[in-house]
């Protein structure tokens, strides 16, 4: 099958040029632009339920989900009536209102370790805050990542980073001060050896690590059995903090997240934790939070300085809160169900047709990787046919089924993925399968 063109998708193809003379690349987000499969990034007019419909009118099950927040679908009614109530009251005060508190509230609730929380407006802000704040805390500069996880652009993060970076095989960015890099010590996952290592080298030095609680940036690589625990031990020896980052798998992979289906840990507890994606519901909003102590330090109690205008917005406070509220235990149950029926499919039609993968998990998080053998770190997802990932994702779009544009991500699915959304995936695969096979 060839790469879908823009005589595919007219108004997606038109709005696209429009866009590109106005915004660079024509979008606001890297991923979006499809550099990584070809083809006209579909620009959607609508969204409901497990389908979104593009410019032109086409429908497509979308397993993107918003890369996580829509846990519940999409304009879920429960969540739309939440935000027109709180719109009609106002947008934005730049004072406190009682929302920020609930959606607050309701986070510390679920994530046990979590005493405290600052609402911002993003995941990179989480981040960033967090890690200003494990500095401040420490009085130390020096940041330990993991090759492959991406924990939005921070400067100081922005080394070996995944997503759209791994997508690009930017190993780095421009713009980036020397400084900033150098104060960031890039490690491979899965390997509490490196980790040990580096700490006997600069562990005096040492803020912070910061990890994805569960990789889902270089597609799903769930942390080996004690590499949490180990991070935790190291940490705790040498007096850093552990940030764990929950941008993504926070309040999806359980209704604590990855904490939830990982915790507790033997050796304590992350100190700080990063949220994002379904505590927001779609609207902007993000947070950080975590040990008392660490969080006192915040102006205006403390030194570490760290704000926002629209930080703690009364309704993207609304729609997250409605969507934390949402996440019953059935909503996560049919996540379950839904990721299964679907990564099954997937699994037999690639083997039918030969196509080497790998599926891996998180929670209801998944991803294929069109190679052979599992995937524990970043050499390993690299090492992919992206080639067939193409073919496979054009014949889905094709078919009606906005997939990830890239081999790296996860797929996310949502708790109205019904069975006829299902279905629909499905009955896509064998053909998308056969174009993988045949380069
Ligand atoms: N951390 C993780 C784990 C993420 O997945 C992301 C976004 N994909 C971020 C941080 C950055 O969040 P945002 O895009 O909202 O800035």
Known sequence: LPVQTASDAPASAALLARASEVIPGGVNSPVRAFRAVGGTPRFMASGSGPW?????????????????????GHAHPDVLAAVTEAAARGFSFGTPSENEVRLAEEIVARV??????????SGTEATMSAIRLARGFTGRD?????????????DALLASAGSGVATFALPDSAGVPRS???????????????????????????AAVITEAAAGNMGVVPPAPGFTEGLLRVTRANGALLVSDEVMTGFRCSASGFYGLEGPYAAG???LFTFGKVMGGGFPTAAFGGRADVMALLAPQGPVYQAGTLSGNPVASAAGLATLQGCTPA??????????????AVASE?????????IQWAGSMFSVFFRDGAVTGYDDAKDQDTGAFRRFFHSMLGQGVHLPPSAFESWFVSASHDDEAVDHVIAAL??????????
């Open 52 to 72: 979104l419909t593009d410019a032109d009118g086409k429908r497509y099950v979308d397993l993107i989900c918003s890369w996580g927040p829509m846990i519940l």
């Open 430 to 439: 064998p053909a998308a399968a056969r174009a993988a096979a045949t380069p």
């Open 269 to 271: 507890a992350p100190d």
């Open 142 to 154: 020096v940041i330990v990542k993991f090759a492959g996880c991406y924990h939005g652009h921070v």
């Open 112 to 121: 046990e370790p979590v005493e405290q929380v600052r609402l911002v407006n």
């Open 350 to 358: 690639l083997s039918a047709a030969s196509v080497p993968h790998t």
């Open 331 to 344: 909503v996560y149950e049919r996540l379950d169900v839904v990721a299964h029926a679907i990564a099954d």
């Open 180 to 206: 900033s890099a150098g104060e960031t010590i890039v490690l491979p996952y899965n390997d509490l050896p490196a980790l040990e290592a580096a700490f006997a080298e600069r562990g005096h030095e040492i």
